[in-house]
Structures are given as C-alpha cells and as structure tokens.
C-alpha cells in the first residue's frame, strides 16, 4: 500500500534563501510523481509532474527531482522569495492494481519566506 | 488546460440540513473527476471518484454522496448534514487514459455546519 510523507511539516526562511522540501513514497513502482501548491484557502495548483522515466523536471526557480529506488522525491526553490509562502504537496499514485486513478498524499510541508 | 469552476465559495449550514455542491469542467471531455475533503490540520481525504456519467466510485462510508448527470458536471450532496461534514471541499479533474496527465483542482468550498 502506497505511503506518501512530507518533511518537514513547517519551515520557515529568510528571503533568498535556496531550499528544499523532501517527499518520499513507501511503493516504488510509480509511473509518475507531481507537486503541488495551496494557498490559503484556496485550491491547488500543479507546479510539476516528474514521470518514472525522468530524473527530474524544471519550472522556472523549482526543480523536482524523483529518485524510485530510495523512494523520494525533493522540491528545491531557489532565491526564495516571500510569494513563495504557501504548502507544497506531492502526490503519487494509488499503486493497487487496476485502481491507479488515485493520488496518495503527503500532508504537505507549509513555507514561510520572510522579507 | 482544464478549468475547474466549483461554488459556491463559502456555506454555512445547519445541522441537518442538505447539501449539494456543484463543479463543472471546460476544457477537456471525458475526465476522471474527483471530490476531495480537506479538514483543518489534515491531508487530502478522497471522498468520490468518477470515471464516466453516472459511474461513482466512493472511498469513504459517510454521509455524503456524489452524483455525475453529464460529461463534466460532478456533484457533492447529502440529506443532512453533520458537525463532521465541515471542510474544505474540493473538486479535480484529470484527463482519462494516459499515465503522465495532470490533475486540476477547482478554488474549493469552504463549508461551516453549525
């Protein structure tokens, strides 16, 4: 059965700073891994979405990397910025056979970027 | 890309009282949809899931039900509320078949039972 957790639950940094936010999945035999964003109170947002085959994939100052033979995956930020501010999800798909329409979700890590 | 549009945005209701939240999808035509709930301090709680009209799959026993008349038009509804069925409700949609699709979220409704 597919676990997905996130550390640290909170983190919070100074304005500039690189960082990385760490997930990591108990079944290794995912197609894909995504991350995304919410605001609070609001909706989520996919920032990436790593296929098995990828090491990693790159939006603008986030990088996700995906590594399925030690179970993880990491979302580094670089020159964080106060807009960052907000929790990060990842999410891997159910691996039970024939009901792999399901996400399995980490409880998120919540950033704090102070100016 | 897929737009979610769910409402409405914030309710409050009584105990007791019955429920239906509505979302709909543009931008994509025979989508996985996907009702989630987010309690306070809490991850993602799935609740329905539905591969086609009228095709529900619910993950958890409650006091909710869901429903999909049309192509892109999902709904969250129960008879009577309870204090447990406040929330934050959301609704996705990703498109069927292959592995490496995306899922959308809409803004969510913020539900209070008092």
């Known amino acids: 059965k597919q676990e997905v957790t996130q550390i640290p639950a909170a983190l919070s940094v100074p304005e500039g700073e690189n960082l990385v936010l760490n997930c990591s999945f108990t079944d290794s035999a995912i197609y894909n891994l995504q991350w995304f964003r919410q605001d609070p109170g609001k909706g989520l947002t996919s920032l990436l979405l790593?296929?098995?085959s990828q090491r990693e994939q790159t939006s603008g100052r986030l990088n996700a990397s995906l590594d399925k033979s030690s179970g993880r995956s990491t979302l580094y930020i670089a020159a964080s910025q106060p807009g960052d501010s907000a929790t990060y999800l990842c999410?891997?798909?159910?691996?039970?056979?024939?009901?792999?329409?399901?996400?399995?979700w980490g409880l998120g890590t919540s950033l704090a970027v102070n100016p | 890309s897929q737009t979610i549009h769910q409402w409405p945005a914030t309710l409050v209701q009584p105990v007791g009282s019955p429920l239906s939240l509505e979302c709909t999808v543009e931008?994509?035509?025979?989508?996985?949809l996907y009702w989630y709930r987010q309690a306070a301090g809490r991850g993602l709680q799935l609740l329905f899931y539905?591969?086609?009209?009228?095709?529900i799959s619910s993950e958890v026993p409650q006091n909710l039900s869901a429903s999909r008349p049309q192509d892109r038009q999902f709904i969250l509804s129960s008879k009577k509320l309870l204090l447990s069925d406040s929330g934050f409700y959301l609704c996705?949609?990703?498109?069927?078949?292959?592995?490496?699709?995306?899922?959308?979220f809409g803004a969510g409704t913020r539900l209070s039972v008092l």
């Open positions: 931008g994509t035509s025979n989508p996985n």
């Open positions: 790593i296929q098995s």
């Open positions: 996705a949609s990703r498109l069927a078949g292959g592995r490496g699709n995306i899922q959308y």
């Open positions: 539905s591969v086609g009209i009228g095709q």
């Open positions: 999410a891997a798909p159910n691996t039970n056979a024939g009901n792999n329409r399901k996400l399995i």
